[in-house]
């Protein structure tokens, strides 16, 4: 007897390894885009900043995001570019070193349609200023959210990377970093200019540019 030839099932919507796991969907929080899913590969490279974190930071910010032209220095998923994006940012520039990651990244930016407003650079986040200043009068709203491990092995480099961004943004900009609550916050450029909020087991510290520098 001829046995029932079982439905080819179809295929995944994307590779596997750009597949998310079940555990770290993530979405966008707020604004235009709200509720719409992003691409994750789940690589250990790419540390989401958590739901809550993110919603909280953009608590904080507010309608001041309106505007502003955000810069994402280690995008990982673009989560945080285009979370500012959907709630009002002008435009977007999302910096991801590695290259099919960045690549992931053009694919949720044409998802969600914005191409006009997000530009997707696959390049290092530590020499992106000097090879690529945004040519914008807007403010900045510059999202660092690194690998944790880089204020470690890396920490001279990061902060002068921060206080590069503090130099030479136009007045009117803010800087949102993302750190790990055994950072000491005080090895900060400029430390008493800065606004901490603890949401452990990280810390963010926001620094408005009031004056040019």
Known sequence: MATKRSKKQPGPPFPQAERPREEAIIRIIGG???GRKLLYSGDERTRPM??????????????QVKGMHALDLFAG?????LEAVSRGAARASLI???HPTAQLIRRNVEALNAEDRCETFGADAFLWLKCHPPATDLPWLVLCSPP???YLSRGKDMLKLIADFIE???AGSLIVAEVP?????????????????????????????????
């Open 77 to 81: 998923t673009g989560a945080l570019g």
């Open 168 to 170: 030479h943004a136009p």
């Open 181 to 213: 609550d055994t950072f000491d916050v005080a090895m900060l450029p400029d430390a008493a200019a800065w606004n901490t909020r603890a949401y452990p087991p990280v810390q963010l510290a926001l620094y408005r540019k009031s004056s040019p520098h």
């Open 96 to 98: 991801e070193c590695h």
């Open 148 to 150: 944790f491990d880089f």
């Open 32 to 34: 235009q885009f709200r």
């Open 50 to 63: 958590k739901d809550r974190v993110r919603e909280s930071l953009f608590n904080l910010i507010g309608p």
